[in-house]
């Protein structure tokens, strides 16, 4: 089977074309859930804070070869994995 890369580039998560470095090291858990580390927390209006924290998750869905955004959460939620065997 030949490898065709996830939406074209490989890239699961991409940030919006309107904030190119809002967040980045996303990480993709097995329950489809996506963390990832943001910069720039945004203020109201067009005002921000500066300060890494963990941006918020966001649950995908994959169709073939394509992911897509179907949920959002808070910031830094991550939820117990479960059926994970710890030795």
Not at 62 to 80: A, E, H, L, S
């Amino acid at each position: 089977m030949e490898y065709t890369p996830l939406n074209g580039s490989g890239l699961v998560l991409g940030n919006p074309s309107s904030q190119p470095f809002q967040t980045y090291s996303h990480y993709v858990m097995p329950n489809g859930l996506v963390t990832s580390f943001i910069d720039n927390v945004p203020g109201r209006g067009d005002k921000f804070r500066i300060g890494g924290t963990e941006a918020p998750t966001v649950q995908i869905k994959i169709v073939g070869n394509r992911t897509f955004v179907v949920k959002q959460f808070d910031y830094g939620f991550i939820p117990p994995l479960k059926n994970i065997v710890v030795r």
